[in-house]
């Protein structure tokens, strides 16, 4: 019953938010909306979070919902990290704003609703709708030639889609239902022709959503053209879904595919993450650069988890929650950034540090998580899918760990161009972060330290799926 609240709740309210008119009002209720999503988050376990509705009983296709460890982990980054978007968007100066908080909690209830479905169909509504709120966000509130941008990343994620679609219906005509655990029983048992075709099935669609090498055509003006809450929603939270759905429908749904062609997606994700790392290191747009840089974290992620090792969807499920928060932290101080010198082009850019102290210091803690460092979030996952590479092939765990380093490289360019130097005219005046970045800042950088330091709660949550 509390993940059907937890669900309903930004469903109802971010209806009502896109209607209402009192911007004021909208604020409170979006900032108590999210806290009361992660108290009600706090109170599920397995045992309470079962939701069962015989939807079309004669077909046996029913509305179910529930929570395992995977599931516990990616709702509550998405519950946490929808808060921190929204407390963002309080300082950040858009109108319209009540619509815009409505949307944002509309993109949370469809999250939710893929990472607790438990009915093929139901995961494919959910995967489908999570993308209009921030098709939306992006029209609504993004600049020059959103319109293409937006209805080019629309066009690829429904293509992609509509393949699953199909990947389901034809499981349910051999299935006696719809339920995720029906289909996995089924899938064995089908022709290879026919489970090469899922696997391909799955796969594009969650190459499209993640995305990866040569399905990426969508993100680089996506990411940098749309308006933040819409970058921090895709980065942080929409492209989960790809990787998520690898491990818990991929994986299991067209086993005799993945064994026939995991080698070959493998080697593709991870020249993603090289092609990615070296375009990162060419970019003198601090979005862009942010962007590659997060493109690049996917297809690191998509490996491990296509290699399916205990390492490797330990790794990639905890990266996934790792990247999330460092996503949104990245794309947040680069707003900041801009929104205090008007320029995006690091060339334009430097001697921050002295001027905005707090801001350098919570930027270099985000940037350090997403670099890997140890005692950060970052490392632990980074460790583990590592190691589910080089168990899998030594060469490609050394082109791994070489696109590694290079993160670390263009991603200490970046601070080093921004906040060391000397100022320009675009930085010569800035004033530091105040009380509104510091609510969103703070917490993200405690988040990337603490499950640094104490990762084996977040680690629990997914061995159980391991087993």
């Known amino acids: 019953m509390l993940t059907l609240i937890l669900l309903i709740l930004p469903l109802i309210s971010g209806l009502l938010l896109c209607w209402n008119k009192n911007e004021g009002l909208a604020k409170s209720a979006a900032i108590a909306i999210s806290l009361a999503q992660i108290g009600i988050f706090c109170l599920i376990t397995p045992?309470?979070?079962?939701?069962?509705?015989?939807?079309?009983?004669?077909?046996?296709?029913?509305?179910?919902?529930?929570m395992d460890g995977l599931s516990k982990l990616m709702t509550g980054l998405t519950v946490v990290v929808s808060a921190l978007i929204i407390l963002a968007t309080q300082g950040l100066s858009y109108d319209k704003k009540s619509k815009l908080l409505g949307l944002i909690l509309l993109t949370e209830a469809a999250l939710i609703g893929v990472f607790t479905a438990q009915d093929g169909f139901v995961f494919y509504f959910f995967f489908e709708i999570a993308l209009v709120p921030v098709y939306l966000i992006a029209n609504l509130w993004g600049g020059k030639g959103i319109s293409k941008i937006s209805l080019k990343m629309f066009i690829y994620t429904v293509f992609g889609s509509l393949f699953m679609l199909v990947a389901f219906v034809v499981l349910y005509?051999?299935?006696?239902?719809?339920?995720?655990s029906a289909l996995a029983q089924?899938?064995?048992?089908?022709?290879?022709?026919?489970?090469?075709?899922?696997?391909?099935?799955?796969?594009?669609?969650?190459?499209?959503?993640?995305?990866?090498?040569?399905f990426h055509g969508w993100l680089p003006d996506a990411y940098s053209k749309s308006p933040t809450p819409a970058t921090m929603l895709l980065s942080g939270l929409l492209s989960k879904m790809g990787i998520y759905g690898i491990i818990r429908i991929l994986l299991p749904?067209?086993?005799?595919?993945?064994?026939?062609?995991?080698?070959?997606?493998?080697?593709?994700?991870?020249?993603g993450l090289i092609y990615g790392s070296i375009i990162a290191i060419r970019q003198s747009h601090v979005k862009r650069l942010v962007a590659y840089s997060s493109f690049a974290h996917m297809g690191l992620m998509a490996a491990a988890a296509l290699i399916g090792s205990a390492a490797g969807i330990q790794g990639a499920s905890f990266q996934m929650v790792a990247h999330g928060f460092s996503a949104v932290g990245l794309f947040y101080v680069a707003k900041i950034i801009f929104d205090k010198t008007g320029s995006r082009n690091l060339q334009d850019l430097g001697g921050?540090?002295?001027?905005?102290?707090?801001?350098?210091?919570?930027?270099?803690?985000?940037l350090l998580g997403s670099v890997g460092l140890p005692l950060t979030n970052g490392f632990v996952g980074e460790f583990l899918m590592l190691k589910s590479v080089f168990d899998f092939n030594t060469g490609l765990g050394i082109l791994a760990t070489t696109s590694i380093i290079l993160g670390a490289v263009y991603l200490l360019r970046?601070?080093?161009?921004?906040?060391?130097?000397?100022?320009?005219?675009?930085t010569e005046n800035i004033e530091d972060i105040g009380a509104k970045e510091l609510m969103v800042l703070v917490p993200i950088a405690l988040i990337i330290i603490i499950t640094g330091v104490l990762p084996n709660g977040l680690l629990e949550l997914s061995a159980a799926l391991v087993k």
């Open 47 to 66: 045992e309470n979070s079962s939701v069962v509705y015989q939807w079309l009983p004669e077909f046996n296709i029913g509305f179910k919902l529930g």
């Open 173 to 180: 005509i051999f299935s006696s239902g719809s339920e995720l």
């Open 186 to 214: 089924v899938s064995e048992k089908l022709r290879p022709s026919l489970n090469y075709f899922l696997f391909w099935a799955f796969f594009l669609a969650f190459a499209i959503k993640s995305p990866l090498f040569l």
């Open 253 to 271: 749904l067209a086993p005799v595919g993945w064994e026939k062609y995991s080698c070959l997606v493998i080697y593709l994700a991870v020249i």
């Open 352 to 366: 921050m540090a002295k001027r905005a102290p707090k801001l350098a210091t919570l930027f270099l803690v985000v």
């Open 414 to 426: 970046l601070y080093q161009k921004t906040m060391f130097g000397p100022a320009t005219a675009f």
